[in-house]
């Protein structure tokens, strides 16, 4: 007792008091912020116990000043800190382990927070669905368009918001009058005529509704097509407008909704919802909410459709354009510049065929050889060939192999190869400038001319053989020929000679040769700039409908 | 042409891949002879991966669907699309050839 | 139910009439039936060839000119002209033989054939399947005239030496669902 007294006068005496006290306020003010910041801002705490570990905390740190101030011991001061400190650090554990705790578990405070927008009207519902149909389109489009996959969701959104039994979906033929059940699902008592072999299983029943397909106003869904108007059918067994089949229970016909499917006035579809016969019937509620799902379906499909358009074009300019390319990049950048022979070409390519091939191939030190091919058919499927050729040639004409030889093996290589249509003509030369000797052998191409320069004649040089492709054991064998100074060797496909003027007259082959007369003199570069502005002047502005090219090789020595 | 044998349970099922043309459609009347020899009495013939058939390919359809009537077998021509279908329309066949739109289909017909 | 479609011969059909088409021609080769008739159809665009059967229609007409008319003789030719548009297909094929002489025939048998069709009596319907003549041989479908006279809905005809024929494919223009104005 007196230690407690002097202990306290000792308190007061050495101005320790006034710390203590000054503590006692700070905690205090803690504490009413404390609460400030959970009453004002009650989403910042996230749970009732992050305000009162704090509490405890401040509270016991209080209630030690306070007891420090009346019994002045050491110990119990010392003691108010510790259970204090014991408080922080449980406050501290609590927010790391609980983290989550901040996001989940809102507490009483919050859901005041989230009611404030006021009662929704009930087409919200609706508004809600089309945004979810106008996000499905966007998943329906990465990858590739499914038509399928969003006509069922179209079907499962009839069914879930009307709580019908079942549901199908009817898409009209692009070319005909008619419409072909695409979508199906639950069950749907068909309200239409079953085919009278058709056993009355519901497998089978329901097979034969996955499958269906009907003409323009054949059953209810075809007069559903034919005049867009949705009908609304709240007992089939009494309507005429619905066929019964029976007598068995899962045939029987409850009440049905048909709505059309339309993009502006034309119907691409039928959607048609059932209940059983033992659900309530559809109420006018249900159909005006199948009415207007009915019309967000019809924009959905119509955002298909316009997309499906401009991919398929675009496809077909893309596959075009590789053509193209791929043409340009396996025909020679520069013809050869030799002193035996001089080179010449033309050749000019129609958008969408890209179908001709042309070749100087200096393999061997002793040979120089021409060729010119002319790819049937045409896009990506006649570069595939282009590129095949191309590469046995290349790979070919570094042998000894005779001409006929080459042609045996670019055909073998070919035929019965690839799985679509495979079929060229070409022609290959093969010239020997010390013996002044050409090997000549033609797959069904036109006729080589060759211009004597003595006696200053034009001849025509063809083999009846066929085209590669058309069977691995065509036959084909070289023609020799000797040729001397100022020979031409012309070589040329199809759409050169055919080429139309606007009386629908072809080029022809005489008019060629009559150029090539004319110009015979002229280097080989000259006399296929002749050619080129004879062609041009004789088409004039018609159009052209195949690649035209034209290969000329004069003898120099 | 390939043709391909597979069975599903008493069924056997003709997978044909390719053209049925002027040159090889005579494959596949040979081949259903050869199993009519061997006394196959359920046949589906899946044209699934069939792309392309002419008056050829037709007539030997014709020629199996008749063979097998009149020995009174069971036959399902299934899966077809595109222009296969659009040239079994043209000739307006599609009610003589005993035709399902899937292999499922034509087994449940064959069962019961 | 459609008029009863029958084959006929008039040289004079405008179908016959050649200007502004293209033209090719053929030695009656049996094995590059199908190649002929690529050369034909590569020229055609791409929204009337219906994948594959523009092709598959022009062949059988090929086939029918080697096979019927020239007889696979390799120096008797095929001549054909040809155009295409984003809505027509025209063709015109002529061979060297005597014509098809059992044209009346075949009319007949393709009465019979429909009326089997439209009474739904398939089991006659199976002697109707094929036309089948003295000259024909087991790879013969005898279906090509029955789908072509189907296919070519801008008209079908035979010169008259029945050597040559004319037809036209008019196509609709593409367009999505059915149009319900004036119904």
Known sequence: MVHWIIMQTALFDSYAIAPLAASLLVQGLAVFFLFRVARNHPERVPAPIFIRLPVFFIAFLAVSSVLAILLPSLLVYSSGIFLASVFLLAFCVLCGSNSRAFTAAPGPEETVVAEAPPEEPTDDPLIAIGQEFISRISESMTGEINLIRLLDFINETLIENTSADGGVIFLADDFEDIITSKSFSGKFPPPYKLPQDLPHKPIRVETNLRYAQFNLGESVFGEVAATGKPIL???????????????????????YIFVPLMIKDRVVGVGGIARLPESKPFTEDDFRTAMMLSKYAGAAINNIYSVQEILEHADLEREASIASKIQKTLHPKRLPELPEVGFGSFFNSTKGVCGDYYDIILARRDRIVVTIADVAGKGIQSSMVMIMLR??????????????????????????????????????????????????????????????????????????????????????????????????????????????????????????????SESSSMTAKEIAAEVKHNIQAFVGSASLHDDQTLVIMKIKA | MELKIRK??????????????????????????????????????????????????????????STVKKMSLKLAITNIHGSVKKVIELTKLMGYFPITNSIEEALQQMEG | MNPIKDLRADGSDPLFDKTNMLYKEFPSDFRQIRYFTLLIVQSAPLEIKEINLLEQQISEIIKNAVKHGNNCDLNKKVRVWYSFSSTHA??????????????????????????????????????????????????????????????????????????????????????????????
Not at chain 3, 97 to 121: A, I, M, T
Not at chain 3, 129 to 155: C, H, I, M, P
């Open chain 2, 8 to 65: 599903n349970g008493e069924v056997y099922i003709i997978d044909v891949n390719g053209e049925m043309d002027l040159y090889n459609s005579y494959k596949l009347k040979e081949l259903v002879m050869k199993m009519l020899e061997k006394n196959v009495q359920s046949f589906i013939i899946n044209l699934e991966q069939v792309d392309y058939i002419d008056s050829s390919g037709i007539g030997a359809l014709i020629y199996i669907c």
């Open chain 1, 391 to 516: 590469s046995i040639l290349h790979l070919v004409t570094n042998t000894t192999k005779s001409a006929g030889t080459v042609l045996d093996w670019i055909n073998k290589g070919i035929t019965g190869k690839i799985d679509m249509d495979h079929y060229a003509t070409l022609s290959f030369v093969s010239y020997c400038p010390e013996t002044r000797t050409i090997e000549y052998a033609s797959a069904g191409h036109q006729p080589m001319l060759l211009w004597r320069a003595n006696p200053g004649k034009i001849e025509t040089i063809s083999q009846k053989t066929d085209p590669i492709g058309v069977e691995r054991g065509s036959v084909y064998s070289d023609m020799k020929l000797t040729v001397s100074k100022g020979d031409i060797i012309i070589l040329y496909t199809d759409g050169l000679v055919e080429s139309l003027n606007h009386e629908g007259h072809q080029y022809g082959l005489e008019s060629l040769s009559r150029v090539l």
């Open chain 1, 233 to 255: 059918i709240e007992n089939g067994e009494l309507d005429e407008r619905i066929e019964t089949n029976g007598p068995e229970d899962f045939l029987k016909t409850g009440s």
């Open chain 3, 90 to 183: 025209h063709l015109i094929v002529e061979d060297e033989g005597q014509g098809f002489k059992d044209l009346e025939k075949w009319n007949d048998f393709n009465r019979k054939r429909l009326e089997c069709l439209y009474q739904q009596d398939f089991e006659h319907l199976g002697s109707y399947v094929s036309f089948r003549t003295s000259k024909s041989d087991e790879q013969d479908g005898g279906n090509a005239l029955f789908a072509a006279l189907e296919y070519w809905n801008g008209g079908f005809v035979y010169n008259q030496k029945r050597n040559g024929v004319a037809m036209l494919k008019k196509y609709p223009q593409r367009r999505h669902g059915i149009s319900i104005d004036g119904e």
